[in-house]
């Protein structure tokens, strides 16, 4: 069958919500279903502008809509910010592996989030709660700038935090003077006894110097590099291996990641950069 | 391999023209580049000499192309058949690592693809290697050895045509009137000359030996100072990229027309300082010397751990463009030194 791979569905944001000063979730519907598992990414397409890279922050068990939570970083997310409900878009992918989920079954999956890197997080929270009893426990230390700069507030600061089996914990680098719990960088909550390292997996996102201490954390506390699992961003452009953008040593982010163990990729160069 | 016999050029090439475009070497200046050929041209077609100094990939993956229209669905055109004559062995062998990228089953370009399959390789030995060419320190040959549709081998009185596919036997055999069988003494002949100039390009590059393979001595030398210091004399024109017929990167972009939205594929250059950078300003490789080290190590190394296949052909044709002076071979030269000084090397053989 003849497919071109560069060519976009059509989509279409049906609603956005405002998730922090700079970050916005969007509701887009494609035209026709769009299945994708949980870490794998999508490209998006700004018609006549520019396409980016995004993980989806919904459920895969959504295949008639997904959200797509977009921090303003560059030219295209910020038109992306600019744009109101009914903007037309264009959809490629799913693109890379996404989470192995059934590496995580029977284990303890402790997931180490920051800013936007919460995005990709709550696709997989959403993955893992959904079939909780699947998984020993799900610990999560997630960090932001300040309390304001959390997004999926209205979740993430009550009903998540009551699931059976969840256990949250949340950190601000600069509290607002309301904010009772941690301040200080995400690293600053992280703990030998968090989890058992012996049957846990740790899930790593966020920005890459928070990823890169992080990991420095997690090997100190004893996880092996092949169990530490990172969500890389890199310039994600064609999505199918060929544009190089994307290369972390002989890898693809985009289509042998985004998500690697550090196992994989700890003897390239400039990995955290 | 099956092989027929031609007394003249000009029956082949106009052969080949009914029925397709063809492309044929034309010296310009220096250099070779590849035109439509012209039947009523006076002068004769020269195809003797070293490579084009432009990359085949031109012909596969053009330097801008089209790639969709948003929302109507768009799908390569249908491509007419082509020709291309004097493709030497370098040449053929890019399209290998092409072809590792562009075809594999599970993202197959069709843009590529379509041209690709509508090609008819004609390639030729190689009798006058230039002084930046070094296949043979990458495993080529002055000559094809597969690869091709047909290849020439010029030779006394005439050329001799080898059969290399399905697509050059049919050629073959719709122009009986055009071939002769292969005059006795003609195959030895070929192969003196060819024994001629691989012993050319063995002296030519007597001094390039290296003590591990390549991969080894690339993987070693990634603390080394060298990739800064070579990188000193780079100007960043992007000339090495863009006339390596084995780099393959592009430049996806979203373009507005009239009327109507269009993603646009482009030849781009992990030279190019921005190539690496996000949205959030994050670039792995700000710095000009991990750049020229990341395209070597992707040539060596990433590629070959990859594919299996080395992604340097040797055909110099980066050695002759750049502008900043920066030669490849000096590069695994004083890598190799580095590593020989540090008492790593094993013996050399």
């Not at chain 1, 960088?185 to 989890?195: A, E, G, S, Y």
């Not at chain 2, 080529?140 to 091709?148: D, E, L, T, V």
């Not at chain 2, 594919?307 to 055909?315: D, P, R």
């Given at each position: 069958m003849n497919q071109n791979l560069y060519q976009p569905i059509a989509g279409e944001i049906t609603d956005i919500i405002d998730e922090s000063p700079t970050i916005k979730s969007f509701i887009v519907v494609p035209e026709k279903e769009f299945a994708f598992k949980t870490g794998q990414f999508v490209e998006l397409t700004l018609p006549g502008e520019g396409e980016a890279p995004f993980t989806p922050?919904?459920?895969?068990?959504?295949?008639k809509k997904m959200e797509i939570t977009i921090m303003k970083a560059g030219r295209v997310t910020a038109l992306l910010h600019g744009c109101k409900k009914g903007q037309k878009v264009g959809i490629r992918g799913p693109y890379g592996n996404g989470y192995p989920i059934k590496d995580f079954v029977n284990k303890e999956v402790y997931i180490v989030g920051g800013g936007v890197g919460l995005a990709p997080i709550r696709s997989l929270f959403l993955t893992l709660v959904n079939r909780?009893?699947?998984?020993?426990s799900v610990v999560c230390r997630f960090g932001a700038r300040?309390?304001?700069?959390?997004?999926?507030k209205k979740t993430l600061f009550g009903p998540w935090q009551k699931i059976d089996g969840v256990k949250i914990k949340l950190s601000v680098d600069?509290?607002?003077?309301?904010?009772t719990g941690n301040v200080g960088?995400?690293?600053?909550?992280?703990?030998?006894?968090?989890?058992n390292i012996e049957s846990a997996v740790a899930i790593v996102c966020g920005p890459p110097i928070m990823m890169k201490f992080a990991t420095v954390k997690l090997l100190e506390f004893g996880f092996p590099a092949e169990r530490i699992y990172l969500s890389m961003e890199k310039n994600?452009?064609?999505?199918?291996?060929?544009?190089?953008?994307?290369?972390i040593g002989k890898y693809y982010v985009c289509k042998d990641g985004p998500v690697f163990t550090y196992d994989q990729i700890k003897g390239y160069p400039n990995i955290w950069d | 391999m099956e092989a027929v016999f031609i007394s003249s050029l000009k029956l082949l090439l106009d052969a080949v023209a009914e029925e397709m475009d063809l492309y044929v070497p034309k010296k310009a200046d220096e250099h070779f580049v590849y035109i439509r050929y012209d039947s009523s041209a006076e002068t004769a077609v020269e195809f003797?000499?070293?490579?084009?100094?432009?990359?085949?990939k031109e012909f596969l993956f053009p330097l801008r192309e089209l790639a969709?229209?948003?929302?109507e669905p768009f799908e390569p055109k249908d491509i007419k058949p082509f020709a291309v004559f004097g493709l030497k062995d370098c040449d053929l062998r890019s399209l290998e690592c092409l072809d590792k990228v562009f075809l594999e089953d599970e993202f197959r370009d069709e843009f590529y693809a379509a041209r690709r399959e509508k090609m008819f390789i004609i390639s030729s030995d190689c009798f006058d290697p230039g002084e930046s060419c070094f296949c043979n320190v990458m495993d080529?040959?002055?000559?094809?050895?597969?690869?091709?549709d047909l290849n020439i081998s010029q030779v006394k009185d005439g050329f001799i045509i080898e059969v290399g596919s399905q697509k050059g036997k049919d050629f073959i055999e719709k122009h009986p009137e055009i071939f002769t069988d292969v005059p006795d003494d003609a195959i030895a002949r070929r192969d003196k000359n060819r024994a001629e100039v691989q012993k050319q390009l063995q002296q030519q590059n007597?001094?390039?030996?290296?003590?591990?393979p390549i991969k080894e001595i690339l993987e070693s030398g990634q603390d080394s100072d060298v990739w800064d210091v070579e990188a000193?004399?780079?100007?960043?024109?992007q000339a090495c990229t863009r006339v390596c017929?084995?780099?393959?990167c592009f430049y996806l972009y979203d373009t507005r027309q009239k009327d109507y939205f269009a993603k646009m594929k482009m030849w781009d250059s992990c030279?190019?300082?921005?190539?690496?950078?996000v949205a959030g300003g994050a670039?792995?490789?700000?710095?000009l010397g991990d750049r020229l080290k990341h395209r070597l190590m992707h040539k060596f190394c990433y590629f070959l751990d990859r594919?299996?296949?080395?992604?340097?052909?040797?055909?110099g044709r980066c050695v002759d463009a750049d502008a900043g002076g920066i030669d490849i071979r000096a590069i695994l030269k004083k890598l190799n030194e580095e590593i020989r000084n540090k008492g790593k090397a094993k013996v050399a053989k």
């Open positions: 922050s919904s459920s895969p068990a959504d295949t909780i009893k699947d998984f020993k300040t309390p304001e700069d959390f997004i999926y600069k509290s607002d003077g309301k904010w960088v995400v690293t600053t909550i992280l703990n030998k006894d968090d989890v994600m452009s064609c999505g199918i291996g060929k544009c190089g953008h994307c290369m | 003797n000499n070293i490579r084009a100094c432009t990359p085949v969709s229209i948003f929302p080529g040959r002055p000559f094809a050895g597969s690869g091709f007597a001094d390039l030996k290296f003590d591990l000193k004399s780079c100007i960043e024109c017929p084995t780099c393959h030279m190019r300082c921005a190539y690496a950078a670039n792995p490789r700000k710095i594919y299996g296949l080395q992604m340097c052909i040797g055909c």
